[in-house]
Antibody
């Protein structure tokens, strides 16, 4: 059973960079056929896809966030990470990591989510 | 970007009711549509993929249909565990978007 777990600071100051890591267990991040993804949900709102990465390092980002987002992968640690720069209060959200299955194009495993608050 | 318009945004229903949620895409997405259920404080859970395929372990009262730009999620007989928020999600050319969500409330 694949499990994903987000980790990182719960509080980030405005204009700084938000950094989160997702640790994958129960399966190898280097398995083909999956993209490793970040999704966020503003308080009381819907879901917003941030981007995803293949184990080889290929990335795809939401165009609305692309200029501020970097997703990277560390296959040796079975982890992938999110960096979101120049954050504002509008970036306050629950951040989820999830596995995207390319063959049938869905998110099948999710982390529990972590709330990141942007505030001074 | 492909926009997904989900309706209604809120739905009040009783146990046993048949419930239908609609999702419309701003352009054709073939059948690359999934439905998720989310309960408060929890991650979304996959219900339906490729528009009409039921995820393993999901009760058969859930069904999906549609292709192109119009899709529906139907719950044939609403159960107490089904009160939640439902999201559609489309995939097209390495980009994906979610619908705005439908909250199913107790009437």
């Amino acid at each position: 059973q694949v499990q994903l777990q987000e980790s990182g600071p719960g509080l980030v100051k405005p204009s700084q960079t938000l950094s989160l890591t997702c640790t994958v267990s129960g399966g190898s991040i280097s398995s083909g056929g999956y993209y490793w993804s970040w999704i966020r949900q503003h308080p009381g709102k819907g879901l917003e896809w941030i981007g995803y990465i293949y184990y080889s390092g290929s990335t795809y980002y939401n165009p609305s966030l692309k200029s501020r987002v970097t997703i990277s992968v560390d296959t040796s640690k079975n982890q992938f990470s999110l960096k979101l720069s120049s954050v504002t209060a509008a970036d306050t959200a629950v951040y989820y990591c999830a596995r995207w299955t390319t063959r049938i194009r869905l998110f099948d495993y999710w982390g529990q989510g972590t709330l990141v608050t942007v505030s001074s | 970007d492909i926009q997904m318009t989900q309706s209604p945004s809120t739905l009040s229903a009783s146990v046993g009711d048949r419930v239908t949620i609609t999702c419309r895409a701003s352009q054709s997405i073939s059948s690359w549509l999934a439905w998720y259920q989310q309960k408060p404080g929890k991650a979304p859970k996959l219900l339906i993929y490729k528009a009409s395929s039921l995820e393993s372990g999901v009760p058969s009262r859930f069904s999906g249909s549609g292709s192109g730009t119009e899709f529906t999620l139907t719950i044939s007989s609403l159960q107490p565990d089904d009160f939640a928020t439902y999201y559609c999600q489309q995939y097209n050319s390495y980009s994906l978007t979610f619908g705005g969500g439908t909250k199913v409330e107790i009437k």
